[in-house]
């Protein structure tokens, strides 16, 4: 099949020097404006930073409205770090982090500023804390979303769930939205180019977006699941296959759920 040719590398420089700016305009806006602003403005900025994100590297959004009500916990598969802007583009949400990312540099800080909460890898203690972190955020009536995952693919297949990461929703009674993620070149087909999995470093994979003259982000919202009733192995399962199912895998896709550790193996 015919595939488009790479991105003429003037404007891989001009997106590049786009992308810097608006981070940098990112920066100045949630100092200066966050501590000025509700969360209702805060939310509104982020979805329209994470919008121009997404048109500075020519990545097409597509995504229907989700029928969830807010302070929702937000399942979604895991693919790249722009997954991270286009559910923001969507419904601006708080995130889950490990906690080796608020030390990144510029990316921790805007990270921490942002309502996410970061978990450290391997303790069942710190887990419980930030689910009651959590439990607050949800019950603020802020969406949460999480990788359940807990690493990233290159979109073609998905891993198993850590259901320890869907407790909250249990304990606050809010519902659960499976978000279906996917990235599609021009020709809808799955594109690796996002793909931020194995030892890809974040150069290499920006390197390969820019080289793509367009890309499409889709996200694939299923019903809400209502969490009354249900253990926490049961809603990963249910958000597993929802989740599956709209990104078309088949069943052999779908592995067995991961240790109740939300960082174990």
């Not at 997404?54 to 979604?76: K, T």
């Not at 978000?179 to 470093?201: C, K, M, V, W």
């Not at 249910?238 to 199912?245: E, G, L, R, V």
Request: proline residues 7%; glycine residues 6%.
């Amino acid at each position: 099949m015919k595939q488009d040719r790479p991105t003429p590398r003037l404007i891989r420089l001009l997106r590049c020097l786009r992308l810097l700016l608006h981070f940098v305009r990112i920066a100045i806006g949630t100092a200066a404006l966050y501590p000025r602003v509700g969360e209702q403005g805060r939310a509104r900025l982020k979805r329209q930073w994470s919008r121009k994100i997404l048109e500075i590297l020519a990545i097409r959004l597509e995504a229907p409205p989700a029928d969830a009500p807010p302070g929702s916990l937000i399942v979604a598969n895991h693919v790249s770090w722009l997954d991270i802007f286009a559910i923001h583009a969507l419904r601006p949400s708080a995130f889950i982090a490990k906690a080796e990312i608020r030390h990144w540099p510029f990316f921790g800080w805007l990270a921490t500023r942002n309502d996410t909460v970061f978990l450290r890898r391997g303790s069942h203690g710190h887990a419980r804390l930030v689910n009651a972190e959590i439990d607050a955020l949800l019950n603020y009536g802020m969406d949460v979303a999480i990788f359940p995952e807990g690493t990233t693919t290159d979109g073609t297949h998905m891993l198993g769930f850590h259901a320890a990461l869907l407790q909250p929703a249990i304990e606050t009674g809010r519902s659960v939205l499976p978000l279906a993620i996917s990235y599609h070149d021009a020709q809808g087909n799955i594109s690796r180019a996002p793909s931020f999995s194995g030892e890809t470093t974040l150069l290499q994979c920006l390197s390969a977006i820019l080289a793509c003259r367009a890309l499409t982000v889709r996200l694939a919202p299923a019903p809400a699941i209502d969490t009354a009733g249900r253990t926490r192995r049961e809603l990963s399962q249910a958000a597993h296959t929802a989740i599956a199912t709209r990104l078309g895998f088949l069943p052999s896709s779908n592995p067995p759920e991961k240790s109740s550790d939300p960082q174990g193996g």
